[in-house]
């Protein structure tokens, strides 16, 4: 009964996102603001529709209704009611309706902002939104709908939308339960986090394209978004960097991304988010790459839907997987509709769009900022090719060949360590025209320092070439950017006569872009240290060894101290631990706990590794085997991951940038800055 | 002048890009092949970087914690995704593969941990490459287990 329920409240979404979007468009046409009033009315009404619809669902999701196929594949009687909730987005179905929903929640948001000033971009926005919502919506009506039970006919079980004729209703005792890798903190957040940053990158997407229909093709659409674009690419930093961080902790191979074309599918929409970010900057301050601006963010709503369409049912999919579903097609289809007609209308408007200015000079601030847009996209190309290689392969050899991890490495190893030079240099130029002497002067003083750091390195141990060039950029950044800092702080010192952390704090409370930039900057090069540690000096090794025994890997010794195993009946889990002594040069350093989790329902194994972190190298420790007491040996394999802490202490760092970037304020970006287009721009705003 | 020094930047770029994605290609390919070409193809491929899949034999599994070498059998399934799906999905076809005794068998080695999804029927997909005793050496090894994931039908019920 509920479930029907919950899917007739479906379906009045679905009819309702459409209404939005005819009375939309017909309210533009005939120029009748109460018909686009209706349409806004009706596209804020899926939110509290589809909230009661994700609301049932949670219901039978927490109540066992295991007659419904979608609870029965994502839950068991045996997890805890969080884990129940969550089980929303654990399964294709579900996520799909999580994305409806975040996207809904999104756009209201959005249209219940002040529209004085932008009237004529509200039908538009309304339009690409509701559309985008529709599709999302009638995936789950017609393909995967989270509501469908089970009935038994003639021909067996099987789950249908509505009861078909004959058909018993069938309730089983216990549900599949959650695949146990999924049943981790990191998976909470990480797939809200990318849902959260895929779906805020609509907005943006919608406004280029009311300010191509409209013809206001000056860069309101950028202004109005841009803390949309900032917001949408931190959640989806975020959730790529959790995504590394529960591979780390949870797959248990001593790394945290493998090049997967899972993974690939979630880079790819942050890559060409990361350039447009770049370039509105140049656009909003030179008036230059504006059909490049509209191809990004065209680009990246396309990857956006395709990302989503890759990672909805969580890592354990391949690409495979995904030809059995009709919903395969579907999403290429919408993807190949959207982009053709976005890059109609930039055709269309191509005209309008020309640059008011030129790019003068090479060493100018946009000269830079276009190539940080080019090396972004080249990485962008790299994986894509990547990810296509076997099918284009297939099509002219007939041998299907793929690539793996080292293709990955090898082709964006240069690009990566050409955009950390560039993170370094690119800041201090000026908009217009720099010279060779002014960046000189800018940067010779802290790369004298950053030339000694892999040189210490080596002293230290870090013998690997590409490794000490990449410490060396790290350096060279990290001591450019505080190096800037500090002198533009000591000059409105000087020029304010305030004490030097009053200038530097006002200083960057009212440039917060620029400096908010920069931390996200110095935050990337820190994870930059940690992915190098990682790739570069990662050592491993693996023994079986009876109690007592000890085995040796860098200095560190690992004893085996004792094992044991017991059943958790109410969690459904039977627990192996093992207790290991390790010291490192003789010190004694405490105890780690590498686990082996048996989760009776899924009949899976999960190995847990004794993780020792700290900020020099992290311990890895994980129980392969193990033999009962009597025999006494385990076997156990050991990674030691120098640097790889870094990581994270960078992502935490990054969070903070960006927050000092995007939180709100006065909104000094909705000021009329640009009223005449040449003119000299307020330092504030860079 | 300011023009042509950036379109020569740009097809610098664009040709440092090519070189890169080609060379680095060449360099990381992975031959996909299946069980039955890998027999007939004989010493061909030994030395090339292969991928390989195939439907694990439950019965063949050893595995030797003191060296930590893992091995067992693997049979012949299709390679390409539309003739599983053809001949009635991926679970039905592991089933299939590993009780035919016609099927083309070949031994995999891998030293390692042991995954936590091998067993009976699953799909096995091997990267490494052959050597000269006809085994397959495997440095990466993934698995699926079809039956798990994919099946929507409570089998308690069933029949």
């Known amino acids: ?686 | 002048m300011q023009r042509t020094k950036f379109i020569l930047g740009g097809l610098l770029i664009l040709a440092a890009v090519v070189y890169l994605i080609v060379s680095s290609t060449q360099a990381s390919a992975e031959y996909f092949m299946t069980i039955d070409e890998l027999k007939t193809e004989g010493p061909d491929v030994i030395g090339k970087s292969l991928r390989a899949s195939g439907a694990v034999i439950g019965d063949t599994i050893q595995y030797d914690p003191q060296t930590l070498t893992l091995s067992f059998e693997v049979a012949h399934v299709p390679g390409d995704n539309a003739d599983i799906e053809a001949q009635g999905g991926l679970a039905f076809v592991l089933h299939e593969a590993v009780i035919d005794p016609a099927r083309a068998r070949m031994k995999v080695i891998y030293v390692g941990p042991k995954p936590d999804l091998l067993r009976d029927e699953a799909q096995a997909i091997m990267t490494g490459h052959m050597g000269e005793d006809g085994n397959f050496y495997a440095d990466e090894l993934l698995l699926k287990c079809p039956t798990k994931y994919e099946e929507a039908v409570p089998e308690q019920i069933e029949g």
């Open chain 1, 1 to 686: 009964m509920l479930a029907d329920f919950g899917f007739g409240v479906l379906i009045v979404t679905f009819l309702v996102a459409l209404y939005s979007v005819i009375a939309a468009i017909l309210g533009e046409r005939k120029q009748s603001a109460q018909m686009v009033e209706s349409a806004r009315r009706a596209q804020l009404l899926t939110f509290p529709l589809l909230s009661l619809t994700a609301g049932v669902l949670i219901y039978l999701l927490v109540n066992n209704q295991f007659d419904v196929s979608f609870v029965y594949e994502v839950t068991s009687r045996s997890m805890p009611t969080y884990l129940k909730i969550t089980a929303w987005w654990g399964g294709q179905a579900g996520s799909l309706l999580f994305w409806a929903w975040l996207l809904s929640a999104f756009t209201s948001a959005v249209t219940l902002r002040k529209w004085e000033r932008d009237r004529e971009f509200l039908p538009w926005v309304i339009v690409v939104s509701s559309i985008t919502l529709a599709f999302f919506l009638s995936m789950n009506i017609f393909f995967e709908n989270p509501f469908a039970r089970f009935y038994q006919i003639a021909g067996g079980v099987d789950a249908y939308t509505f009861k078909p004729a004959g058909g018993v209703l069938v309730t089983p005792q216990d549900g599949n339960g959650l695949n146990p890798l999924l049943r981790h903190p990191g998976m909470i957040i990480h797939p809200p986090m990318l849902y959260l940053g895929f779906v805020s990158f609509v907005i943006p997407f919608a406004f280029a394209i009311a300010a191509l229909v409209t013809g206001r093709t000056d860069d309101r659409w950028t202004r109005l978004t841009r803390r949309w674009t900032l917001w949408a690419w931190l959640f989806l930093s975020l959730g790529l960097v959790l995504g590394g961080r529960w591979a780390y902790d949870v797959l248990g191979w001593g790394g945290y991304w493998g090049w997967d074309p899972v993974e690939i599918a979630a880079f790819m929409p942050w890559l060409a988010g990361t350039a447009f970010l770049h370039s509105v900057m140049i656009q909003e301050h030179k008036g230059l790459l504006k059909h490049w601006n509209m191809i990004l963010i065209m680009l990246t709503y396309a990857l956006v839907i395709f990302g989503t369409f890759l990672t909805r049912s969580g890592v354990l999919s391949s690409v495979h997987a995904f030809a059995q579903s009709a919903i395969g097609p579907m999403f290429f289809g919408f993807i190949g509709a959207t982009f053709i007609t976005s890059v109609a209308l930039l055709i269309w408007r191509w005209p309008e769009l020309q640059s008011e200015t030129e790019m003068k000079s090479m060493l100018s601030r946009e000269a830079f900022f276009l190539l940080n847009n080019l090396l972004f996209l080249s990485v962008l190309v790299v994986c894509f090719w990547g990810v296509i290689f076997p099918l284009v392969s297939e099509l002219f050899t007939g041998q299907k060949v793929t690539v793996g991890p080292p293709f990955y490495e090898r082709a964006n190893g240069p690009l990566f360590g050409a955009m950390m030079a560039l993170m370094g240099i690119a800041p201090l130029s000026a908009w217009g025209k720099s010279t060779i002497t002014t960046l000189g002067r800018a940067i010779w003083k802290p790369t004298i320092p950053a030339l000694f750091v892999p040189v210490l390195a080596y002293l230290a141990g870090y013998k690997q070439p590409v490794a000490l060039v990449g410490f060396f950029l790290v350096a060279f950044v990290i001591f450019v950017t505080l190096y800037d800092t500090f002198r533009s702080a000591r000059a409105r010192q000087r020029a304010q006569k305030e004490d030097f952390f009053t200038a530097l704090a006002r200083l960057a409370g009212r440039n917060r872009r620029r400096y908010g930039g920069y931390i996200i900057h110095i935050s990337m090069m820190l994870m930059a240290i940690g992915i190098l540690g990682i790739e570069a000096f990662q050592t491993e090794t693996q023994g079986t060894i009876a109690q007592g025994q000890a085995l040796q890997l860098d200095g560190y010794t690992i004893q085996y101290n004792e094992v044991a195993s017991w059943d958790d009946p109410g969690a459904g889990v039977n627990y192996t631990r093992a207790v290991v002594d390790v010291s490192k040069d003789g010190k004694y350093l405490g105890q780690l706990y590498p686990r082996i989790d048996f989760y009776f329902d899924s009949q899976q194994t999960m190995t847990i590794p004794g993780l020792r972190s700290t900020l020099q190298d992290d311990l890895y420790i994980l129980l392969v085997d193990w033999q009962p007491v009597s025999a006494g040996g385990a076997t156990f394999k050991v990674y030691h991951n120098p640097l790889v802490n870094w990581l994270w202490v960078g992502a935490l760092i990054f969070i903070t940038g960006m927050l000092f970037a995007a939180w709100p304020d006065k909104d000094p970006s909705l000021r009329p800055v640009r009223a005449s287009k040449h003119a000299v721009e307020p330092s504030a705003a860079d």
